[in-house]
C-alpha cells in the first residue's frame, strides 16, 4: 500500500498558491513596464532609432572650417583597420530615465564603421575663447567638440591624464569620453598632419575635408584610433579611440593621429572628401556617398618603414664591401684618399 497513488494528477500540492500569485505579479510588472517604455529591447529599439538619425552636416562654401560647423571626425584607414569616424558608444545604461530619454554623461566614445552623417558621428566645433559663431578655425587656436542637441544632450569630447583607475578599456592608454562639462579638459587645438610644414601653417584657416591632427591641449596628445583593439557594442564591433600619438622613426605621427573634419558636398552628392594631400608616391581619392559608401582610387603604395630599413642595411653592407675592394685593388693611397673623401661629402652633405 505504500507505493499506491492516494491523490489525482490534477491535485494541487506544495506552495502552490504562492507560485500562482508570483506568476500574476511577474506578468503585472510585465505589461506595466511594457506601457512605460522600459523594457530592455524597447530601450534597444528607442536608441537605435534616436541615435541613427541622419544629421545634416554644415557646408563650406569657402572651402574653411568655422565655429558652429556640424561636421563628422573621419580617420580613413590603415593597414590594420578600415574607414572610421568618431561615434558615440552609449547602450541602454546610458539613457536617463523617462519622459525625456537622453543620453546622460560620462558617456563612452568608439570609432564606428559606418560612416554615415547621423546624431552618433556629428559633432559641433564650439568656441571656447570667445570667438563668434561662424568665424574661421585657425591652426593652434583653441576649440571645443560639442555632440548636437536634443537626444545627443550636448556633451563634450574630453579626456584627462591616464592614471591607474581611469584609462582606456583595452589599450590603457589616455581616456577619451564625453562629458557635461566645457572646462579645459574639453579643449582641443588643430596641427598640420606635416612635422615640416607645422610652423608655416600656424595661425592660418584651417580648410575643411583635408587631413590633420587633433591636439588636445591640456596633455598634449593626439586622437588616436586603434586598429589593433576592438570593442563589442550594441552596433557591432568597432576601434577603441584614445589620446596618444604614435611617432615613426622620422618623429612623424603615424595614421592613427590622422583625422579628416567632414563637411556635406554643397552640390548635395553626399559627403565629399577629395581635398586630401596627395604626394606622388601614392595619390588617395575618397568619396563617401549618402549610403556610407567608400570608395578608393589608389596610386602606387609608398614605400614602408620596414622596407626603408632593409634599403639602408644593404646599401652599408656594399659599401663596407667595396673599401676594401678598393684598397686591394688600387696601390695609390691619394686614390683611395680621393673616393672616402668624395663618398662621405655625397653622405654626409644631403
Known amino acids: 500500500m505504500a507505493h499506491v497513488r492516494t491523490y489525482r494528477p490534477n491535485v494541487r500540492v506544495g506552495n502552490w498558491n504562492e507560485d500562482l500569485r508570483l506568476e500574476e505579479e511577474a506578468l503585472k510588472d510585465f505589461l506595466e513596464k511594457k506601457e512605460r517604455g522600459e523594457l530592455t529591447v524597447q530601450k534597444i529599439s528607442s536608441l537605435k532609432q534616436n541615435i541613427l538619425r541622419q544629421v545634416n552636416l554644415s557646408v563650406s562654401t569657402d572651402g574653411r572650417l568655422h565655429f558652429g560647423d556640424v561636421v563628422m571626425l573621419v580617420n580613413v584607414g590603415g593597414p590594420n583597420r578600415e574607414c572610421s569616424a568618431i561615434s558615440i558608444n552609449a547602450d541602454v545604461s546610458s539613457l536617463s530615465k523617462a519622459p525625456d530619454v537622453v543620453i ?49 544632450s550636448g556633451l563634450y569630447l574630453g579626456s584627462d591624464l591616464r592614471t591607474f583607475q581611469k584609462s582606456a578599456k583595452k589599450s590603457r592608454l589616455q581616456e577619451v569620453n564625453l562629458n557635461e562639462d566645457g572646462s579645459f579638459l574639453s579643449w582641443w587645438k588643430i596641427v598640420h598632419f606635416d612635422p615640416q610644414e607645422r610652423l608655416e601653417h600656424e595661425g592660418l584657416p584651417v580648410p575643411a575635408n583635408v587631413k590633420v591632427l587633433i591636439i588636445h591641449c591640456k596633455t598634449n596628445q593626439a586622437l588616436a584610433v586603434l586598429g589593433d583593439q576592438v570593442l563589442w557594442t550594441t552596433y557591432g564591433n568597432e576601434y577603441e579611440v584614445a589620446a596618444h600619438t604614435f611617432l615613426d622613426s622620422h618623429k612623424a605621427e603615424h595614421d592613427n593621429n590622422h583625422w579628416i573634419l567632414s563637411t556635406s558636398d554643397p552640390a548635395g552628392e553626399g559627403l565629399l572628401l577629395l581635398n586630401r594631400p596627395q604626394s606622388a608616391a601614392q595619390t588617395t581619392e575618397l568619396r563617401l556617398t549618402d549610403a556610407g559608401v567608400v570608395s578608393f582610387a589608389m596610386g602606387p603604395p609608398a614605400t614602408s618603414e620596414h622596407e626603408l630599413q632593409w634599403v639602408i642595411c644593404v646599401s652599408v653592407l656594399l659599401t663596407g664591401l667595396a673599401e676594401p675592394g678598393l684598397a686591394f685593388a688600387d696601390e695609390s693611397v691619394f686614390a683611395f684618399w680621393l673616393v672616402n673623401g668624395d663618398l662621405i661629402y655625397c653622405v654626409i652633405i644631403p
Open 104 to 152: 546622460q554623461a560620462p558617456c563612452e566614445i568608439s570609432a564606428g564603421r559606418s560612416v554615415q552623417p547621423c546624431t552618433r558621428t556629428a559633432f559641433i566645433i564650439t568656441s571656447v575663447d570667445g570667438s563668434t559663431e561662424g568665424s574661421t578655425l585657425h591652426y593652434e587656436q583653441s576649440f571645443a567638440l560639442k555632440t548636437t542637441s536634443g537626444f545627443a
